[in-house]
Nanobody, 125 residues
Framework: VQLQASGGGLVQAGGSLRLSCAAS????????IGWFRQAPGKGREFVAA????????MYADSVKGRFTISRDRAKNTLWLQMSSLKPEDTARYYC???????????????????WGQGTLVTVSS
């Protein structure tokens, strides 16, 4: 599976951005797919994820109510709508996927096999 993330940029605090992740290479049925982020000097952390076939989104507490993950199965594209952005949301955002993930594994970074190159989001105060 190849993953291509895009949509990052510079935005003021309180603003919005929508990230996209285009998947190719094989069908994502029975895959889990999600977003992770890595801020400068910090480890990579879970943001949001879904099971491709059933949705069932999960979110990190830090983004609940502000970010929405969705997918377009026909276009093989994953989205992350980010609203009410804060400076602490500044990070490189990565999409990732793996086959056969159960719901409880979605937030676990070690569960993911395929990673995109990331897209940079910078939120200014």
């Amino acid at each position: 599976v190849q993953l291509q993330a895009s949509g990052g940029g510079l935005v003021q605090a309180g603003g919005s951005l929508r990230l996209s992740c285009a998947a190719s290479g094989r069908s994502l049925n029975n895959y889990g797919i999600g977003w992770f982020r890595q801020a400068p000097g910090k480890g990579r952390e879970f943001v949001a994820a879904v099971k491709w076939s059933t949705s069932s989104p999960m979110y990190a507490d830090s983004v609940k109510g502000r970010f929405t993950i969705s997918r377009d199965r026909a276009k093989n594209t994953l989205w992350l709508q980010m609203s009410s952005l804060k400076p602490e949301d500044t990070a490189r955002y990565y999409c990732a996927s793996a086959q056969g993930l159960i719901t409880s594994s979605l937030p676990n970074i070690a569960s993911y096999k395929y990673w995109g190159q990331g897209t940079l989001v910078t939120v200014s105060s």
